[in-house]
């Protein structure tokens, strides 16, 4: 079983910088890829960004060139840092942890970002 918590949520303005944290605890074993993604109400979960096990880096275009994600996998931590925020950023940000072997997924219980004009 592995946990997965979010941090690093909250309000900022326009253009402004948020840092999202993601903390895998249990038995994330060695070959992993971390990903985030983002809900709004009343639409589907979208993903954000990725990074692999072996550390290649994927994002989709709303945020190319804004948002950078990385990984500490001595620690199993996962790290999107966010720029340039927009309004259109605003969501529920959420975790998640790939056992790449066993196909499993786990996800965190999310942090809100919100961000105001």
């Known amino acids: 079983q592995v946990q997965v918590v979010e941090s690093g949520g909250g309000l900022v303005q326009v253009g402004g910088s948020l840092r999202l944290s993601c903390a895998a605890s249990?038995?994330?074993?060695?070959?992993?890829?971390m990903a985030w993604y983002r809900q709004t109400p009343g639409k589907e979960r979208e993903f954000v960004a990725a990074?692999?096990?072996?550390?290649?880096?994927g994002y989709a275009d709303s945020v190319k060139g804004r948002f950078t994600v990385s990984r500490d996998s001595a620690k199993n931590t996962a790290t999107l840092q966010m720029d340039n925020l927009t309004p259109e950023d605003t969501a529920i940000y959420y975790c998640?942890?790939?056992?790449?072997?066993?196909?499993?997924?786990?996800w965190g219980q999310g942090t809100q970002v919100t961000v105001s004009s």
């Open positions: 249990g038995r994330p074993y060695n070959k992993y890829d």
């Open positions: 990074i692999t096990w072996g550390g290649n880096a």
């Open positions: 998640q942890v790939t056992l790449v072997l066993l196909r499993q997924d786990y």
